[in-house]
C-alpha cells in the first residue's frame, strides 16, 4: 500500500494527525527532499527506509513504490504542503493504478493557509473578494494559454501564486496587464510556518523590490488583492439583523 501524505506547510505539528501516524507506520518513506521539513521524519521508525526524491526522477521512484510493496511493506510517498496543489501525484496515482498497486491520498495543510495566517488576513471579504485563484507564472513549465497570469489578473480578485517569487518583474508586468495597479496589496511570504519565515508586505508596484531587497527567489508564496487592505463589509452570517437558518433577525 502506498499512502501519498501531505506534509503540511513547514511547521512539523502542522501535519495532520493521520499523516502523522501514516508516516509512524511506515516502512518506507520518499520525501520531497528540497520542500518537506526534515523534522517531520523524526516521526518515523527506527530503521524506516528513506528515499529523497529531489534526487529522483519518475521511474526510480516508483521502483521503490513497486520493490516495497513486493516485500509486502507500507511506503509513504511524502509531498509538501497539499498534494493536490503541484504535487505531481496523479503521474504516479496512474502509475500505480496500472500496477496494481493501492493507494491512498491524505490531505494536507497548503502552504497557502500558512500564509493567510502570517498574513493575518481571510482570504475571501464581503464586498471585496470571494474569489480566490491558485495559480503559478509561467516559465520553464508552461501553463496553458488560457490561464496565461495577464489574463487571471484581469478579475481582480484575490490571487495566490505558487512557484513565482523568483520572476517578480514578469509577474508584475502581467498584474498590471489586468484589474490589479500599482496601489493594490501585495505580500510575498517567504516558508510560511516555518523557524526562518518572513512576511513582507507592500503593494504590486513595489512587488520587485520587494522580492530584490529580500533576495527571495524561491519557496516563497506572492499573494495579491485588496483583501490585504483595510475596508470590507461586515459578514451577514453575525449580523443581528440578518436572519439564518438558526436565528431569527432581531428588529
Given amino acids: 500500500m502506498v499512502h501519498f501524505v501531505g506534509a503540511g506547510s513547514g511547521a ?5 494527525i493521520r499523516g502523522m501516524q501514516l508516516l509512524q507506520k511506515a516502512d518506507v518513506v520518499i520525501y520531497a527532499g528540497s520542500l518537506v521539513n526534515p523534522e517531520l521524519l523524526h516521526y518515523c521508525a527506527a530503521g ?8 529522483m526522477h519518475l521511474e526510480e521512484v516508483l521502483a521503490v513504490m513497486q520493490r516495497a510493496e513486493s516485500e509486502g511493506k507500507t511506503t509513504v510517498r511524502l509531498h509538501t504542503g497539499d498534494p493536490s496543489i503541484y504535487g505531481a501525484i496523479r503521474e504516479q496515482m496512474d502509475a500505480l493504478k496500472s500496477l496494481g498497486i493501492a493507494y491512498d491520498v491524505c490531505p494536507g495543510v497548503s502552504s497557502m493557509y500558512a500564509a493567510a495566517a502570517a498574513l493575518k488576513v481571510e482570504y ?26 495577464a489574463k487571471l489578473a484581469s ?8 512557484l513565482s517569487a523568483g520572476q517578480s518583474e514578469a509577474v508584475q508586468a502581467a498584474l498590471m496587464q489586468g484589474a490589479y495597479t500599482e496601489a493594490t496589496p ?18 504590486v508596484g513595489s512587488l520587485v523590490q ?23 463589509a461586515l459578514s451577514k452570517l453575525y449580523d443581528k439583523h440578518f436572519t439564518t437558518g438558526y436565528r431569527k433577525a432581531e428588529d
Avoid at 12 to 16: E, G, S
Avoid at 48 to 55: G, I, L
Avoid at 210 to 232: C, F, K, P, S, W
Fill in 12 to 16: 512539523p505539528d502542522l501535519i495532520t
Fill in 48 to 55: 524506516t527506509e528513506f528515499h529523497n526524491s529531489a534526487e
Fill in 124 to 149: 475571501t471579504l464581503p464586498e471585496v473578494s470571494q474569489t480566490v485563484i491558485i495559480s503559478r507564472a509561467a516559465g520553464r513549465t508552461p501553463v496553458p494559454e488560457k490561464e496565461a497570469l
Fill in 155 to 162: 478579475i481582480g480578485a484575490t490571487l495566490v501564486l505558487f
Fill in 186 to 203: 501585495c505580500a510575498i511570504v517567504y516558508k510560511a510556518s516555518w523557524p526562518e519565515e518572513k512576511v513582507i508586505r507592500g503593494t
Fill in 210 to 232: 520587494m522580492a530584490e531587497e529580500n533576495d527571495i527567489r524561491q519557496t516563497a508564496l506572492i499573494v495579491v488583492g485588496d483583501v490585504l487592505g483595510d475596508d470590507y
